[in-house]
Nanobody
Framework: QVQLVESGGGLVQPGGSLRLSCAVS????????MGWYRQTPGKQRELVAR???????RYADSAKGRFTISRDNAKNTVYLQMNSLQPEDTALYYC??????????WGQGTQVTVSS
């Protein structure tokens, strides 16, 4: 079955950095567009960044210039380097395919909290 295991979240001060990782199993990882999503209570889950099988990337306006998505197809892992973090980046972060319907599931997510 498909598994998505996110890690790397934590508590960081404004202006700080975090690197999220997501290990994926159960799908042919290398052929899929992968994305990082985030969700805060009462809001819809939003796509923050995506990366194609050919490593073409695209970012939400809120992430441009601060976040970098990458992937290692040999490790079935997708990463999100987040710099210059701000309190509004506080959310539960998930990875999944884009669109997410391919996997039919979500991982547990990794919590990012930006606070002084």
């Amino acid at each position: 079955q498909v598994q998505l295991v996110e890690s790397g979240g934590g508590l960081v001060q404004p202006g700080g950095s975090l690197r999220l990782s997501c290990a994926v199993s159960g799908i042919m990882f290398r052929i899929y567009v992968m994305g990082w999503y985030r969700q805060t209570p009462g809001k819809q889950r939003e796509l923050v960044a995506r990366i194609s099988s050919g490593h073409t990337t695209r970012y939400a306006d809120s992430a441009k210039g601060r976040f970098t998505i990458s992937r290692d197809n040999a490790k079935n892992t997708v990463y999100l380097q987040m710099n210059s973090l701000q309190p509004e980046d506080t959310a539960l972060y998930y990875c999944n395919t884009d669109p997410p319907g391919v996997t039919g599931t979500w991982g547990q997510g990794t919590q990012v909290t930006v606070s002084s």
